[in-house]
Structure formats: C-alpha cells, structure tokens
C-alpha cells in the first residue's frame, strides 16, 4: 500500500528485519516492533516512562527531536549513546522511510 | 497465617476490582503486593496521566482511579500485605494454597487469584561491572535503614524523586552526599529540585552533572567509585553507592509456580473463568494470555468478575447462586454499611 513505509531493523542477535509499517494508523516504532512480535517490552505502554525500546538510529534520517520526556528519561537509561531514541516516541511518517535502527541491549 | 477466600497477588486494577466482585459474593479476599501502595502500574509508573477508556470516565487521572476503587471496595474490607514479594506456592493436604512472601508473611487460601501485571517491581540496575558483588557492600537500591549511613560518605545517583528526596533526607545524616546525574536536569518535583540547588550552593552536598558512575572500586566492600564527567574521570571516594534509577517490573518467581507460561504471560482458559492450568489458580488482567488477549484495565475488570463468579463455585460447590445486581440487592459491606437505592415515594393525588 502507498500509505507503507520500510523499517529496516536490527535485533540484539544482530538479524535484521525489514518491517512493514502503516502511516495512517497513528503507529511507533515501538508498537510496530510488538506487532511483529519482535523482543521489545513497550513496559510503559508508550508514555516514554521506560527505556525497554530504547534503539540506536543507523540511517542519517531527520527524526522530531527528543520532547523533554523522553530526553529525561534517557538520561536515566542505561546502555545510551547519541543516536539513541525510544522507539515508543517515533511515530510512523513517510519522512523515515527506509530508517535503519538497531535494538539497544535489554535492561 | 493470614486466612482468607481470595488470595490476590497484586494489587493494581484489576486485582482491586476483584475484592469488590467477591465482596458481593461474601467472599473476603486479601492482597499481596511487592509496593509500599495499592494501585500497581497506576500507581508506581503513571499516577498522573490521564486514561480515556475506562467506560464512563471520558477521562480520568491513572491515580485517581485506584482512589476510587480503594473506596468502592473499603465496605469489603480487604486485607493487604503491601511491599512485600510473593515467592513461593504450595498445596495442602485440604486443597488450600500457602503462599509465603520474600519477608516469610504466610497467606491461606482455597483460591489464589494472580492479578500480577507486568510482574514485581524490582529496581533498575545499572550495568556496572562488580554491582552485584558489592551489593549489601556498599551498593544498595532501596533505603530501608537510613541510619545505616549515619556518617559515612554516599554517593547517589539518579534524576528523579527519589534521587532528589534522598539526597536532601542524608545530607542531615551522612558525612558527605555526591549526587551523580547524567544531565543538568533533573525530573522531580519543582520544590525538591529548588531544595537539591540550595544544598549545593551552599555546599553541602556535591553534585556532579552531567556524568556517568562507570566503575565500582574495593576489596572485601566498596571503598570508591569511578565517575565519568564529559570524558575526564574522577574517583570518589565513599562507603555507599545508591543508584535511584526507578523500578521495573519482572515476572520473577511466579514464573517457577508450575504455571503454564507463554511469552511471558499465564496462560489461562478464557472460555470459562480464567483458570491456569493448576486449578485453584486464576490468573487475571495483564498478566493472562489467551488468544485475543488485550492488555486494557477494562478487559482486566471483566476477568476479575468471571473469576469470582468460579471461585465461588468452587468455594461452596454446594450452594446454588445466581448473578445478582447491586441495582436490585445493594452493597452489604462486611464492615455493617449497606447501600441501597432509595425507596419510590408513593402518595396519593386527592
């Protein structure tokens, strides 16, 4: 469909996945990581509370910033580099199609 | 030994819920909960967001729905066993269960209802080399004792409450308090943040921001911590090392129960009453899996009641019962109030 976009993903196992992701549904990469049922928790359920879908963006694609939230709570994340984000708080666009993002280590 | 109809372990939503349902039953149930508090994820993670799917609420604050069960089910009055971890189960000879708890509380009951959630909240633990060994040697999580650190030299880490409360509360008793955050700012209340400034200031206590611990030093316990601020590295010399990064949830013991597990959740019969596969054993709310299955309070409610419903079958398999409700019946509290809805007034027109 025109509305899809292309993740490509990397898991802790170092496989990559290349995801299918709708944009008209109001989706994260966090919840499209669940519903290919691949090993992210989303804890928190998607309020940046937790860092269980921390990722490190691989691709040099322009993301939104970091909001507040989710730059206090990675500041109290473990395993973070720059390129980390929560997956929880990048929401599916055209702009990111083709992103390439790889799964920080489990708390 | 705590005796009740419903054990609980839980006390989020879904497993306060379930007091009222088996209130209305007269079965008396207790609860078990790893917080010092009731309400779970509500409680612990969110207690200020609003949720919007809770039928008849448009809106409601996470927090204040846990208030409002806690006083729907005061009349049925629950017992609770709160900060303490369920860990292990056993049967006995009357088909009842034991469950005792990581303090050794003992619990009896013909039905256990697990109400679980996402698991025990257990604290986030930096991944530093050694943590584990220098825990109970200078590393701890949580504050139980704060004399304990009666003039010795500590250092926190953390950007949240906790962190800021801490430190304000051991600087009055500590020799020396470090407080280690990744960035300047911290997430805590305005009042505690402005409290943390004023220490500092006055120098009272040091805070090193923004920096990372990245090592832990000692022999038979800690004696110093390396921290890593925008590359220079300093040593620190203390006796403790308390890293405040929140808590997490973790399914833990539970999972050695015997329970039928999958994907990190029981596995229950919804066709009938949310039975695992040990009966006596319910497994309710977040913490079930089925086919269908949706993580939703409101899904949560609905399991509690079909729960009751079963155990009370299997309470009393002799005694006959039908679906009252409480438009009709009322609420008979086991603390003697009752509720009930008012009497039509009947007068003549002369």
């Known amino acids: ?107 | 030994m705590i005796k009740t109809d419903i054990l609980i372990i839980g006390a989020g939503p879904t497993g306060l819920f379930a007091v009222f349902e088996a209130g209305l039953l007269q079965l008396k149930c207790h609860l078990i909960d790893s917080l010092p508090m009731p309400g779970g994820q509500c409680a612990e993670i969110y207690p200020k967001k609003p949720i919007y799917d809770i039928p008849s609420h448009p809106e409601i604050l996470a927090g204040d729905l846990v208030k409002n069960l806690e006083q729907q089910i005061a009349p049925f009055q629950p017992g609770y066993t709160l900060g303490e971890s369920a860990i292990s189960i056993e049967k006995t000879a009357e088909n009842a269960f034991i469950v005792t708890t990581d303090k050794g509380t003992q619990h009896q009951a013909p039905v256990v209802a697990i109400a679980g959630g996402l698991g025990t909240f257990e604290p986030r633990k930096p991944p530093l080399k050694n943590l584990a060994f220098f825990e109970d040697k200078g590393v701890s999580y949580i504050i139980k004792e704060p004399e304990m650190y009666r003039d010795k030299n500590v250092v926190i880490a953390g950007g949240g409450d906790s962190a800021l409360d801490w430190t304000i509360f051991l600087e009055n008793v500590a020799a020396s308090v470090t407080l280690i955050h990744r960035r300047n700012e911290f997430r805590g209340a305005l009042d505690s943040v402005e409290k943390v400034q004023h220490l500092k200031n006055e120098g009272r206590i040091q805070l090193i921001t923004p920096a990372e611990v990245t090592a832990l030093e000692g022999d038979a316990k800690l004696s110093s911590i390396s921290v890593d601020k925008q590359g220079e590295i300093l040593k620190i010399d203390c006796d403790h090392f308390i890293p405040l990064f929140g808590l997490t949830p973790k399914l833990g013991p539970i999972a050695n129960w015997g329970l039928e597990i999958e994907k990190n959740a029981i596995k229950v019969d919804n066709t009938l009453d949310y039975q695992t596969n040990i009966p006596g054993i319910y497994a309710i709310g977040d913490v079930n899996t089925y086919p269908g299955k949706l993580k939703l309070i409101l899904c949560g409610f609905h399991e509690a009641t079909l729960m009751c419903q079963s155990a009370f079958k299997k309470i009393y398999p002799e005694k006959r019962n039908v679906l009252k409700y409480t438009t009709v019946s009322g609420v008979s509290g086991f603390d003697g109030s009752q509720k009930q809805a008012a009497k039509s007034t009947i007068k003549a027109i002369e």
């Open chain 1, 1 to 107: 469909m025109s509305q899809d976009i292309t993740i490509y993903l990397t898991d802790r196992e170092g496989k990559i996945h290349t995801l299918i992701a709708p944009t008209d549904m109001q989706m994260n990469l966090m919840e499209i990581c669940k519903a290919y049922e691949l090993p992210v928790e989303g804890t928190c359920g998607g309020m940046a509370m937790c860092a269980s879908c921390q990722c490190y963006v691989e691709s040099d694609h322009t993301l939104a910033e970091r909001s507040e939230d989710e730059e206090a709570m990675l500041s109290e994340a473990f395993y973070v580099e720059a390129n980390s984000r929560l997956g929880c708080q990048i929401q599916m666009t055209k702009a990111i199609d083709g992103l390439k993002i790889r799964l920080a280590p489990s708390e």
